[in-house]
């Protein structure tokens, strides 16, 4: 009987640890092939033999916290993938994603980077949607020459001035001044900062901070936390006590929804201005903790294809929706979706799929209709998105902050 | 503000408290460290939210089923794998590795069932605040104190003044000496680990509500309830409690009117000096010079 109890338990451990190495293999949709740490897997449609084939390296976080978001990243490159390769290809030649899971850790985005050149020998790269991790592996592709559009929003790993590295999503240094214009348009004057100590979270509260001082917008107090923290009734009570107008707000993950909470439980009920999105997993947790959220971002999650107005957007939720049954769980699927559309539209006015003329061909990338809007590379930032749209949360859905404002819900907030 | 700040480092060390009782009893009756009960209690949110928020089942129910659940978790966990382990001989430090092995698996094992998304735990009361002292205080936060008074009591007197107990303290002095005196020390230990594993899952049912449940949402609380068990002393309950109680002010206070940045490093300064001057605790447990 305990020979039979051990056997037993073995064989549920053993089955629990193939589970957890399988993890990147359940959140990648056409994963054929998985290894632990550093996870495989390629997808095409087409024929072609190997040389034949256009090959871009796709590292995202497969497993860990970010694990559901990088599924949903890899699900519309997927899709993209499908839907170009039915267009022919990238000039004729058909496409193949080589997927890796970068477990968003920088040590294995570098490891993930070299294996794409020297092994995979990839024509371009998409991602990582860890900012940080394109912070560590972006020098490598820049000096394999290999075309990277990145889908991180922190502005470090465009600073580095890696010519063959792009983004065709929101850089948020670029939306810090936008905030701070309409905590201007607002009259707020006086703000406090609750910020992570990550690189995407840290760098665009620092932007902020930044912007804010140039806006003459006192900042009150800088908070930040450290990751897995749950209690932040301190830290709000320094922020309530330093009396500011509003508070920015510049976290990650389960954060944000703990935070929004004990913020309105120790009675802040003035506006809050968030540094990107806030997806609905938030929004559900939080309740009406975030009411009257607002922020600058391109575009939002959308529960339904009906919400979206938009004809590009419903266009590509449709498609979604048609190949997995479920909407995008997080904008990192319409930044990947963006991104190989900008692959594709550089090898049609490129005309070759050379690595050198495709990175030219980006930078060439003029009035180009994406799910964030319209894409333009051509002032030579590298960056192709500089419009954003505002929003506030209104008894948990999004709303256009500035039809929000017209209608004077301002005054009774004051109220 | 004070007192909204003191409640609410009162709600953090409760809950670091209750992880802390599961570590001092596993100390107490087992002589061994178990370094799941973190991700245990992230594994009991992610339970009671199943039984609640999906398959809508009372809470008081709810409760009770994951109770039994959790036992029974502990107790193969110890059977299976502990007990295992001692028998073959193993250094003791093996042992707390495969504990720390477990609570990977039962974080990645989390991630493959619920998703790595934040859950909403619906709420357990109508009464969405009660008011103590003049402040608004959300009721799962106050229950989350009673319910933490309620286990410490409850547990002490069942190690010091039941048969069960007793045997189980004896049990982990003097495994052979207990067994001659008829004392079922397998029963007893496995019982020990069991109990502890229910307690850290009662915790994270409690506090679904207030912060969420994510995959992570033990990870920090294991090891704070870790240094709360120590500066109480290790092995004492009412210490446990305490220990957690002073923990979680001191990270509230230190952020409200030192800095934010400063609230890790003065929380683990103060294990630091507890370890170097007074290892037994403040309720000078000798369970650490054992």
Same mark, same amino acid.
């Given at each position: 009987m305990k020979k039979q109890l051990s056997k037993i338990l073995a064989l549920g451990l053993s089955l629990t640890m193939f589970l957890t190495a399988c993890g990147a293999g359940k959140t990648s949709t056409k994963t054929e092939e998985t290894t632990t740490g550093a996870a495989v897997s390629e997808s095409t449609t087409g024929t072609a033999e190997v040389g034949e084939i256009f090959v871009i390296g796709n590292p995202q976080p497969l497993t860990g916290v970010n694990?559901?978001?990088?599924?949903?990243?890899?699900?519309?490159?997927?899709?993209?993938?499908?839907?170009?390769?039915?267009?022919?290809?990238?000039? *004729?030649?058909?496409?193949?994603?080589?997927?890796?899971?970068?477990?968003?850790?920088? =040590?294995?985005?570098?490891?993930?980077?070299?294996?794409?050149? $020297?092994?995979?020998?990839?024509?371009?790269?998409?991602?990582?949607?860890?900012?940080?991790?394109?912070?560590?592996?972006? *020098?490598?592709?820049?000096?394999?020459?290999?075309?990277?559009?990145?889908?991180?929003?922190?502005? /470090?790993?465009?600073? $580095?001035?890696? =010519?063959?590295?792009f983004r065709a999503g929101l850089n948020t240094a670029l939306s810090m001044p936008h905030v701070t214009e309409k905590m201007l348009s607002l009259n707020v004057k006086k703000v406090a900062v609750f910020r992570g100590l990550d690189d995407a979270a840290k760098t665009s509260a620092e932007t902020f901070i930044e912007?804010?001082?140039?806006?003459?917008?006192?900042?009150? /107090?800088?908070?930040?936390? /450290?990751?897995?923290?749950?209690?932040?009734? *301190?830290?709000?009570?320094?922020?309530?006590?330093?009396?500011?107008?509003?508070?920015?707000?510049?976290?990650?993950?389960?954060?944000?929804?703990?935070?929004?909470? $004990?913020?309105?439980?120790?009675?802040?009920?003035?506006?809050?201005?968030?540094?990107?999105?806030?997806?609905?997993?938030?929004?559900?947790?939080?309740?009406?903790?975030?009411?009257?959220?607002?922020?600058?971002?391109?575009?939002?999650?959308?529960?339904?294809? =009906?919400?979206?107005?938009?004809?590009?957007?419903?266009?590509?939720?449709?498609?979604?929706?048609?190949?997995?049954?479920?909407m995008p769980f997080h904008d990192c699927a319409y930044r990947s979706w963006d991104a190989m559309m900008v692959f594709w539209e550089a090898s049609k006015i490129a005309g070759s799929n050379d690595k050198e003329a495709i990175k030219d061909a980006i930078s060439k990338i003029k009035d180009f209709k994406s799910l964030g809007g319209m894409l333009d590379f051509t002032d030579g930032t590298r960056e192709g998105l500089h419009t954003l749209n505002d929003y506030i949360i209104i008894d948990g859905k999004y709303l256009d902050f500035n039809e929000w404002l017209k209608a004077g819900n301002i005054s009774k907030l004051a109220e | 503000m004070i007192i909204q700040i003191l409640v609410s480092g009162l709600v953090l060390g409760c809950v670091y408290g209750l992880i802390a009782l599961g570590y001092s009893l596993i100390y107490k009756a087992s002589g061994m460290l178990n370094f799941t009960q973190g991700d245990i209690l992230t594994l009991g949110a992610f339970l009671g939210y199943t039984f609640y928020g999906v398959f809508h089942i009372p809470f008081i129910l709810t409760v009770i089923i994951v109770f039994?659940? %959790?036992?029974?978790?502990?107790?193969?966990?110890?059977?299976?794998?502990?007990?295992?382990?001692?028998?073959?001989?193993?250094?003791?430090?093996? @042992?707390?590795?495969? @504990?720390?092995?477990?609570?990977?698996?039962?974080?990645?094992?989390? &991630?493959?069932?619920?998703?790595?998304?934040?859950?909403?735990?619906?709420?357990?009361?109508?009464?969405?605040?009660?008011?103590?002292?003049?402040?608004?205080?959300?009721?799962?936060?106050?229950?989350?104190?009673?319910?933490?008074?309620?286990?410490?009591?409850?547990?002490?007197?069942? %190690?010091?003044? @039941?048969?069960?107990?007793?045997?189980?303290?004896?049990?982990? %002095?003097?495994?052979?000496?207990?067994?001659?005196?008829?004392?079922?020390?397998?029963?007893?230990?496995? +019982?020990?680990?069991?109990?502890?594993?229910?307690?850290?899952?009662?915790?994270?049912?409690?506090?679904?509500?207030? #912060?969420?449940?994510?995959?992570?949402?033990?990870?920090?609380?294991?090891?704070?309830?870790?240094?709360?068990?120590? %500066?109480?002393?290790?092995?004492? &309950? #009412?210490?446990? &409690?305490?220990?957690?109680?002073? +923990?979680?002010l001191v990270e509230t206070f230190t952020s409200a009117y030192i800095s934010s940045s400063y609230k890790d490093l003065v929380a683990y300064i103060l294990l630091i000096t507890f370890l170097f001057i007074k290892p037994t605790g403040i309720f000078n447990e000798r369970a650490i010079q054992d």
């Amino acid at each position: 009987m305990k020979k039979q109890l051990s056997k037993i338990l073995a064989l549920g451990l053993s089955l629990t640890m193939f589970l957890t190495a399988c993890g990147a293999g359940k959140t990648s949709t056409k994963t054929e092939e998985t290894t632990t740490g550093a996870a495989v897997s390629e997808s095409t449609t087409g024929t072609a033999e190997v040389g034949e084939i256009f090959v871009i390296g796709n590292p995202q976080p497969l497993t860990g916290v970010n694990a559901q978001v990088g599924e949903s990243a890899n699900m519309a490159a997927e899709l993209a993938v499908k839907v170009i390769n039915k267009e022919g290809g990238f000039n *004729g030649v058909p496409i193949k994603l080589v997927n890796y899971d970068d477990q968003g850790s920088p =040590e294995e985005a570098v490891k993930i980077a070299n294996k794409m050149i $020297q092994v995979d020998k990839v024509d371009a790269i998409l991602g990582s949607l860890t900012s940080s991790n394109v912070l560590a592996a972006g *020098g490598i592709y820049n000096e394999a020459r290999i075309p990277t559009i990145g889908t991180g929003n922190s502005p /470090t790993w465009m600073q $580095q001035g890696w =010519e063959y590295v792009f983004r065709a999503g929101l850089n948020t240094a670029l939306s810090m001044p936008h905030v701070t214009e309409k905590m201007l348009s607002l009259n707020v004057k006086k703000v406090a900062v609750f910020r992570g100590l990550d690189d995407a979270a840290k760098t665009s509260a620092e932007t902020f901070i930044e912007e804010a001082k140039k806006a003459g917008i006192e900042v009150t /107090t800088i908070e930040s936390y /450290t990751e897995g923290d749950t209690d932040f009734s *301190g830290q709000v009570a320094k922020m309530i006590n330093s009396k500011p107008d509003a508070v920015f707000c510049s976290t990650n993950g389960p954060t944000q929804a703990i935070f929004a909470k $004990q913020l309105r439980q120790l009675g802040f009920n003035n506006l809050c201005f968030n540094r990107e999105g806030i997806p609905v997993d938030t929004i559900n947790v939080a309740g009406d903790a975030v009411n009257n959220w607002v922020f600058a971002y391109p575009y939002v999650v959308y529960s339904s294809i =009906e919400e979206a107005k938009d004809p590009e957007m419903k266009e590509f939720l449709e498609l979604y929706f048609q190949a997995y049954g479920v909407m995008p769980f997080h904008d990192c699927a319409y930044r990947s979706w963006d991104a190989m559309m900008v692959f594709w539209e550089a090898s049609k006015i490129a005309g070759s799929n050379d690595k050198e003329a495709i990175k030219d061909a980006i930078s060439k990338i003029k009035d180009f209709k994406s799910l964030g809007g319209m894409l333009d590379f051509t002032d030579g930032t590298r960056e192709g998105l500089h419009t954003l749209n505002d929003y506030i949360i209104i008894d948990g859905k999004y709303l256009d902050f500035n039809e929000w404002l017209k209608a004077g819900n301002i005054s009774k907030l004051a109220e | 503000m004070i007192i909204q700040i003191l409640v609410s480092g009162l709600v953090l060390g409760c809950v670091y408290g209750l992880i802390a009782l599961g570590y001092s009893l596993i100390y107490k009756a087992s002589g061994m460290l178990n370094f799941t009960q973190g991700d245990i209690l992230t594994l009991g949110a992610f339970l009671g939210y199943t039984f609640y928020g999906v398959f809508h089942i009372p809470f008081i129910l709810t409760v009770i089923i994951v109770f039994i659940i %959790m036992l029974g978790f502990g107790m193969v966990l110890e059977k299976g794998i502990i007990s295992k382990l001692v028998a073959k001989g193993t250094l003791p430090i093996y @042992t707390v590795l495969a @504990t720390i092995a477990v609570s990977y698996i039962i974080q990645n094992g989390s &991630m493959l069932v619920w998703g790595t998304q934040s859950i909403n735990f619906p709420r357990i009361f109508h009464v969405t605040n009660i008011k103590i002292l003049g402040v608004n205080i959300q009721t799962e936060a106050f229950v989350c104190i009673l319910v933490s008074m309620i286990c410490m009591v409850s547990l002490h007197i069942f %190690m010091k003044h @039941t048969r069960f107990g007793t045997s189980m303290r004896a049990a982990a %002095m003097d495994p052979l000496a207990a067994r001659s005196l008829g004392i079922n020390v397998s029963l007893a230990t496995g +019982l020990t680990w069991g109990i502890s594993a229910a307690v850290a899952a009662l915790a994270g049912m409690l506090i679904g509500p207030l #912060y969420g449940v994510y995959t992570t949402l033990g990870a920090t609380i294991g090891r704070k309830g870790f240094a709360s068990a120590v %500066m109480g002393g290790y092995g004492n &309950m #009412y210490g446990a &409690m305490l220990g957690g109680a002073i +923990l979680g002010l001191v990270e509230t206070f230190t952020s409200a009117y030192i800095s934010s940045s400063y609230k890790d490093l003065v929380a683990y300064i103060l294990l630091i000096t507890f370890l170097f001057i007074k290892p037994t605790g403040i309720f000078n447990e000798r369970a650490i010079q054992d």
